[in-house]
């Protein structure tokens, strides 16, 4: 274990996760495991625990720490949890979801994104309750929902059907909703099948792209 970049974690969890209003213990103590620096490029490995997105490679990016918890506190993740996460992207929100869950099926659209995550997941740090997944997230999984938690970490112009399809009875959907510029944070929780919307604040994400997403740009 690297003692440098776990008193970065330290550091960056008080000042960044903590002072900034996120209380969820199980949620500290996660972001208090998981290595992030595994999953910045090793350029980046510096700034691995400032509060900011980082590239990460086909013009994708590693969301900024306390956006990750933010989410993340809003799945309210007891441990018994299957969750999906659309836009794997560099594995490390994943990586806290499956501290925090029983099982994460993880989606990614780009080949070398999904391949660099998965050897990080699977094969560094060898988590057992992650499923990796190639393809388009805008789907979902139907063969293996419903799920009782779904995280979107891209932008969404709007939450496909598709997807509140295959969430569960009291299941909550976490998706950045707006343009491809800028969204608000949409918090949809299904009770006794009907689909209630919360606001939760401004963000900023890359699109969604897909079927029923943004259309790729050449
Ligand atoms: N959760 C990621 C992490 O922890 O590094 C950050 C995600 S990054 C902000 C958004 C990711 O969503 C990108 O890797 C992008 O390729 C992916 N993405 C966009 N549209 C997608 C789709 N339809 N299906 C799966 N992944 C998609």
Redo the contacts with the bound molecule.
């Keep these: 274990m690297n003692q440098r970049f776990e008193s970065e974690r330290k550091k960056m969890v008080d000042e960044h996760i903590i002072r900034r209003g996120i209380t969820d213990e199980r949620v500290i103590e996660a972001m208090l495991k998981v290595p992030r620096e595994l ?1 910045v490029e090793e350029a980046f490995q510096e700034k691995a625990y400032g509060d900011h997105p980082l590239p ?1 490679g ?1 013009g ?4 900024q720490p306390f956006m ?1 918890a933010l989410m993340t506190q809003y799945l309210k993740l007891s441990g018994t949890e299957r969750v999906l ?10 990586a806290v979801l499956a501290e925090l869950a029983q099982k994460v099926y993880t ?4 080949k070398i ?1 999904f391949e660099k995550a998965q050897k990080i997941l699977l094969e560094k740090i060898r988590y057992k309750n992650i499923i990796t997944v190639l393809g ?3 789907l979902g999984l139907p063969n293996f929902a419903p799920f009782d938690r779904i995280i979107v ?2 932008a969404s112009s709007d939450v496909p059907k598709i997807l509140t399809d295959q969430l569960a009875e009291n299941g909550i959907l976490v998706v950045p909703k707006g343009d491809k510029f800028i969204q608000t944070l949409t918090i949809i929780t299904r009770r006794d099948g009907e689909l209630i919307t919360q606001d939760a604040g401004g963000c900023v ?2 699109p ?3 079927k029923y ?1 943004w259309k790729e740009e050449n």
């Design positions: 999953f990460i086909c994708q990016t590693i969301s990750v996460e659309i836009g794997t992207g560099s594995g490390y929100q994943a989606i990614e659209r780009i994104l388009d997230g805008t970490t891209a994400f890359v969604l792209i897909g997403g």
